[in-house]
């Protein structure tokens, strides 16, 4: 089956640091850009970070701009997620999926057609923050 499988979340204090993981099964990722996503209980899906095919271009969402980076290492098909500086608001489960670019920084991507378009959704792994 085609997809991503995330890992590494877990239960984190706030202030704390975790490294999530996202690594393709049946594919590979060089030639697509990867978004990862998050989800809070009674919210919409939102994008967190994008990283393109070459890794040479990044967004990020406000939120959690100078907290968290993405990075990729595609020898391993896999893309990274560190998350530093957690806080309660962090508290989701994080997905990432494939799509040609990244969408554009500061743009919201829930109910657009470049959602639509997101390909190999994995099940997501639980980040929970909390004291």
């Known amino acids: 089956q085609l997809q991503f499988v995330e890992s590494g979340g877990g239960l984190v204090q706030p202030g704390g640091s975790l490294r999530l993981s996202c690594a393709a099964s049946?594919?590979?990722?060089?030639?697509?850009?990867i978004g990862w996503f998050r989800q809070a209980p009674g919210k919409e899906r939102e994008g967190v970070s994008c990283i393109s095919d070459s890794g040479g271009n990044t967004n990020y969402a406000d939120s959690v701009k100078g907290r968290f980076t993405i990075s990729r290492d595609n020898a391993k098909n896999t893309v990274y997620l560190q998350m530093n500086s957690l806080q309660r608001e962090d508290t989701a489960v994080y997905y990432c999926a494939a799509h040609e670019t990244c969408w554009a920084q500061g743009t919201a991507v829930h109910g657009t057609s470049y959602y639509d378009d997101l390909a190999y959704w994995g099940k997501g792994t639980p980040v929970t923050v909390s004291t």
């Open positions: 049946g594919f590979t990722l060089d030639y697509y850009a």
